[in-house]
């Protein structure tokens, strides 16, 4: 079925050739005027001649222009047929046209409310998706509540059982026997890049020159793997365990043990420290000597009152340089707090950039500047 556009083209079409057989019609009219006054006033000159010669010939002339005319008069004929024709199919193309209009005025009605329809639905689906979200995140929000309750319970559980723990450590911070502070100052340089080496023996050298080098042992595990680590805190049972080598904010890196042991072991951080709080003799004293180890240090408390890391990558330089006074100033007799300052200080003064990184955390009701982990014999509590 033709739109309306294919009929108005048409029309047009039809309106070009109507226009062309009215300009040949007026030509033929005039032309047929012309020779029926043409045959008249030829028929007029030989009624008027005296010589018959003459009047045969306007005669003839005269039928010639009247034959003419008759030819004109029938080819006006035909001209008005065909105009008329013409004229009869612009009347249907109009309708046909005013036919067209109304359908495809329907066609957008129907279009249009199709539209609407589809929108009105649209806007009920969005609507029903908005209400089953805002459902979905009000449900979120209750399982959050309770979860947050729940973990609220657990803390508030884990908190009480871990301040259980500690008040005999704290107790024993607080008063110290008389023995000897035994520190295990674990090492691990798998890939061997780290000075750990001369981090020991100075440490150990500044020890020694210490006010009360006499009751404070170094216990030295080099390469330590975790078998070493479980060893040593069931048979040597430190006071303080240090480790010194890789890290990262999740993992230490031991050595696997191997002979070539160029891999290392990763140890998650959290598993570490449920080795060291493990035994039944509890280390007093986490430190640890490694790059970025303070990002998870408060979850040594659940198992010792006081831990060190390092809040950042940290170099050999400053390592060696905060160990090396961090120690010699415990075997001093200076607080854990007040060591911890003093290797600060030493580090800012040998122009270290890392002397802030040292951080240290303590379990609720532990105060680190009154804790002295070596006190003169005079001085120690029975």
């Known amino acids: 079925m033709a739109t309306s556009a294919q009929i108005r083209k048409k029309i047009a079409d039809l309106a070009s050739k109507r226009s062309k057989v009215d300009q040949d019609l007026g030509t033929a009219e005039r032309k047929k005027s012309a020779k029926e006054a043409e045959a008249a006033d030829k028929e007029s000159r030989g009624t008027r001649s005296s010589s018959p010669a003459t009047a045969r010939m306007y005669q003839r002339q005269a039928d010639t222009a009247r034959n003419t005319a008759l030819a ?40 249009a409310e199709k539209t609407r329809r589809a929108r009105e639905q ?19 929000r209750l399982r959050a509540e309770q979860q947050r309750q729940d973990d609220q ?58 006010l009360h080098r006499d009751i404070v042992d170094i216990e030295h595990a080099p390469d330590v793997t975790p078998d070493d680590l479980l060893n040593y805190l069931t048979t040597f049972t430190p006071h303080v365990v240090h480790f010194s ?36 003799r509890k280390p007093s004293l986490v430190v640890l000597n490694a790059c970025d180890s303070a990002t998870n240090l408060e979850m040594f408390l659940a198992g010792v009152p006081i831990a060190i890391g390092m809040s950042a990558s940290i170099g050999d330089a400053d390592a ?9 100033s415990i075997a001093d007799g200076q607080t854990i707090e007040g060591a911890l300052a003093i290797a600060r200080v030493d580090m800012e003064m040998n122009g270290l950039a890392d002397h802030e ?26």
């Open 245 to 280: 080598g890789h890290a990262d904010q999740d993992v230490l890196v031991f050595d696997d043990g191997t002979v070539d042991g160029d891999g290392g072991r990763e140890i998650p951080i959290e598993l570490f420290m449920r080795a060291v709080s493990t035994p039944d």
């Open 72 to 111: 004109e008069g029938k080819k006006i004929a035909n001209l008005s047929k065909k105009r008329a024709d013409l004229s009869k199919d612009e009347a249907r193309l109009s309708k046909e046209l005013t036919d067209a209009l109304k359908r495809e005025t329907d066609a957008e009605k129907r279009g």
């Open 357 to 382: 990184l040292p951080k240290l955390v303590t379990a609720p009701r532990v105060d680190a500047s009154t804790v002295q982990l070596v006190l003169p014999p005079q001085h120690a509590a029975d």
């Open 122 to 140: 649209e806007d009920r689906r969005r609507e029903a998706e908005r209400r089953a979200e805002d459902r979905k995140r009000q449900q979120e």
């Open 153 to 210: 319970r657990e803390t508030n559980s884990r908190i009480n059982e871990t301040e259980q723990r500690l008040t005999a450590q704290i107790a024993a911070l607080r008063n110290p026997k008389r023995e000897n502070l035994r520190i295990l100052y674990a090492t691990a340089t798998p890939e061997g890049e780290l000075r750990v080496s001369q981090e020991i023996r100075r440490v150990k050298a500044a020890v020694s020159s210490a």
């Open 320 to 328: 060696i340089t905060f160990a090396t006074r961090f120690y010699r």
